[in-house]
């Protein structure tokens, strides 16, 4: 009697656009823990997960163009944080990130461009998010503004109209890589 098929041991094959931009991450992940000091232990010993294994990769926004634009503004230091409905986040299933954890930045195009570490999570009503964190994720310390530029993507990430006890994660980062 044959036993069924395991989907698990037998992924679908990647189509040729997916590998390019799988091995365009490792390429990226090579040089980044390299220039970011992340395998300096390997030779004394082993190489470890951390050194081999990429981390998770997002963007930063949905929309490519304003991926390109919060990238941009990253990479030139002027955007520290991010933040995110904590409703959809769970609904992803998504791993909450921890303090310390690596993740890599792409572009709108999904192209990997900067490899981060975060250096701070907390979760915030929508009604507590201050100057400070604005300052850090737009650029800008007027939280009425960032609250107008972020309600669309609040709405479309919940599926509904957020209100100021909506819970958010807000992490803030540095850039290791470039």
Not at 53 to 75: F, I, K, S, T, Y
Not at 134 to 139: F, L, N, S
């Amino acid at each position: 009697m044959s036993q069924p098929e395991d989907d698990a041991q037998h992924p679908e094959p990647l189509t040729p656009e997916e590998e390019e931009r799988a091995a365009e991450l490792q390429r990226f992940w090579e040089v980044a823990r390299s220039r970011a000091g992340l395998g300096r232990l390997s030779a004394v010993v082993g190489t470890g997960v951390l050194a081999t294994v990429p981390p998770p990769v997002g963007r930063l926004a949905a929309e490519p163009a304003l991926a390109d634009e919060r990238l941009a503004r990253v990479l030139d230091g002027t955007v520290t944080a991010v933040s995110a409905p904590l409703e959809e986040l769970e609904r992803a299933g998504a791993d909450l990130p921890q303090a310390d954890d690596l993740w890599i930045a792409t572009d709108g195009a999904g192209r990997p461009r900067a490899l981060l570490r975060t250096t701070g999570v907390e979760v915030v009503r929508l009604a507590d998010v201050d100057a400070d964190h604005v300052r850090a994720e737009a650029g800008h310390d007027d939280v009425a503004a960032w609250r107008r530029e972020t309600d669309g993507a609040l709405r479309t990430a919940l599926g509904t109209e957020p209100d100021d006890t909506t819970p958010l994660l807000v992490e803030r980062f540095v850039v290791v890589f470039p």
